[in-house]
Each structure stands twice: as structure tokens, then as C-alpha cells.
């Protein structure tokens, strides 16, 4: 079974400063894909980025940006010019391709992050 | 665009009681799942459906039950709630890849269960 750890209870950064996020995973396949999920106090869960494991190149999506290493099965976030509303818990989440239709995702147990002035 | 719903957003329950948590969505996605959320553990997968008619469990499906009668709606069933199921719940779905696309998963803004 396919484990997701996340090691960092609670994170805190200064606005503007930049923070990493870390996650390791656990998994025997080669084809899956990577998630970070956001939630906020509203416990609305917003996928902030995605990577596929056969892609070499790390996802980026605006200040969030991810530090993808295959091989150490490692998946961390950076957010860059933190500001006060990526104050939130942050998932690490795991999806294995080859299950199919059934693929289901697994989730690390959060970090909760705080951007203070 | 509604998205995925859930109903109620928060509930007391009386330990013993039986009720249903709501989930419609209106995206035509195949993929339906429950998942609970506790304090330190994350969200953990309770039951998911892969299409009108077809169910299956999780990692945590004691106490719970699904059905999935058509493509939008997939409740989740508490029979007789316990205390050890106060917990936040959220259902989400997504379209089935074809081939190696990733979709991505919708979450309803959770149901806040509190078992008395």
C-alpha cells in the first residue's frame, strides 16, 4: 500500500519570505501522480499543483512550485513571496495511474502553515 | 457552476441515530468518494463508486454505507452513528482518465459531523 508522509506538523513564514513544504512517499509503481492540496479555514480543499512521475521537468504554477525527486520519492512545495492568504493546511497527496478507474488518492496528515507580517 | 455539493454543512447526532450525508454533483464525472477528516490523520478514504451502480470500500468503510443510483449523487449512510465517527466529511469526484491523462478531484466544502 502507497504511503504519503508529511513530517512538518506546523510551518511559519514571514510575508514575503519563502517557505518548502516537504513530503515523502512510499509506492513500488513507476506511473503515478503527485498533489498538493490547500485548505483553507472555509475547509474548502483547492488543488494548488500537480505533478506526473514521468515528467522530469517540476511543475510550477505561479509562486507555488514544487522540488519533485523521483528517485528519494520526494515531493516538497515552495511557495515564493508568501502573503497572508496561503495561511492554511496544506495536503500532500498521492495517485497511482496504474489501478485505473479505481485509483484512488492518499493523503499525508497536513501541514499547517502560518504567514505572519 | 454548483460543482460538488454537500448538504448538511454541519449536524449533531445523538449516538445510535442513522442519517445521510448529501452529495450531488453536476460535472458528469464517473469517479465519486467519501473521505473523512480527523485531526493528525489526514483524509482517509471511507467508500468509493466508479459509476452508477458499482461501489466499493476504502480504507475506513466500517459503519458506513453507500449507493450510487445514478451518475450525480452518492450518499453516504450512517446507520448508528458512534462517537468515533465525529469527524469532517468530504466527498469529491472526477472524470475517468483515459490513457495516462490526469484528472483532477473536486471536494464538496465538507459536512461537519459531531456524534453526542
Known amino acids: 500500500a502507497q504511503t504519503v508522509t508529511q513530517s512538518q506538523p506546523e510551518m511559519s513564514v514571514q510575508e514575503a519570505e519563502t517557505v518548502t513544504l516537504s513530503c515523502t512517499y512510499d509506492?513500488?509503481?513507476?506511473?503515478?501522480?503527485l498533489f498538493w492540496y490547500k485548505q483553507p479555514p472555509s475547509r474548502q480543499m483547492i488543488l494548488v499543483i500537480r505533478?506526473?512521475?514521468?515528467?522530469?521537468q517540476n511543475a510550477t504554477e505561479n509562486r507555488f512550485s514544487v522540488n519533485f525527486q523521483k528517485a528519494a520519492k520526494s515531493f516538497s512545495l515552495k511557495i515564493s513571496d508568501s502573503q497572508l492568504g496561503d495561511a492554511a493546511m496544506y495536503f500532500c497527496a498521492y495517485r497511482n495511474l496504474n489501478t485505473g478507474t479505481a485509483s484512488k488518492l492518499t493523503f499525508g496528515t497536513g501541514t499547517r502553515l502560518q504567514v505572519t507580517l | 457552476n454548483a460543482g460538488v455539493t454537500q448538504t448538511p454543512k454541519f449536524q449533531v447526532l445523538k449516538t445510535g441515530q442513522s442519517m445521510t450525508l448529501q452529495c450531488a454533483q453536476d460535472?458528469?464525472?464517473?469517479?465519486m468518494s467519501w473521505y473523512r477528516q480527523d485531526p493528525g490523520m489526514g483524509l482517509r478514504l471511507i467508500h468509493y463508486?466508479?459509476?452508477?451502480?458499482?461501489?466499493d470500500q476504502g480504507e475506513v468503510p466500517n459503519g458506513y454505507n453507500v449507493s450510487r443510483s445514478t451518475t450525480e449523487d452518492f450518499p453516504l449512510r450512517l446507520l448508528s452513528a458512534a462517537p468515533s465517527q465525529t469527524s469532517v466529511y468530504f466527498c469529491?469526484?472526477?472524470?475517468?482518465?483515459?490513457?495516462?491523462?490526469?484528472?483532477?478531484?473536486?471536494f464538496g466544502q465538507g459536512t461537519r459531523l459531531t456524534v453526542v
Open positions: 463508486s466508479v459509476g452508477a451502480g458499482i461501489t
Open positions: 505533478q506526473e512521475a514521468y515528467k522530469q
Open positions: 460535472m458528469n464525472h464517473e469517479y
Open positions: 469529491a469526484s472526477r472524470l475517468v482518465p483515459q490513457g495516462a491523462m490526469n484528472t483532477e478531484a473536486f
Open positions: 509506492t513500488s509503481e513507476s506511473d503515478y501522480y
